[in-house]
């Protein structure tokens, strides 16, 4: 089943590429928006989808997440970094905890390394 959003895109006669180079995104956010892998978009990219491919977000099938608040650091993240925290943050409360678990033995590993412990 093809995206309102791609169908839109390919319409206009825009590439992937172009939309990401003009909406200031990386070009995985929009395979993963005509995909489905995202479900919902900042209210800031939806504005800017909007305007590009001359559609409003309904019409792009795009649903506009409520916004979070985030410290300055965050602000400061590549746009690689901000992507993948944002799939993050978007896990079942399940997965997310697995990642969270992953996450805590990675630095523990790290951890020990730094200090001359490693495991055996």
Known sequence: ???????????????????AERARVHVNTI????????????KQNAAHFSRILRASIEELGLKVRQPVPR?????Q?????RELLDDILSLPAATLAAVREAVRAIREEQAEGKHGKKRR
């Open 31 to 42: 395979r993963k928006i005509e995909n489905g892998t995202t479900r919902e978009v900042t």
């Open 77 to 81: 993240l590549s746009v690689e970094q």
């Open 71 to 75: 410290s300055i650091r965050v602000r």
């Open 1 to 19: 089943m093809t995206s309102a959003f791609r169908a839109t895109r390919v319409r206009r006669g825009l590439t992937q590429a172009q939309v």
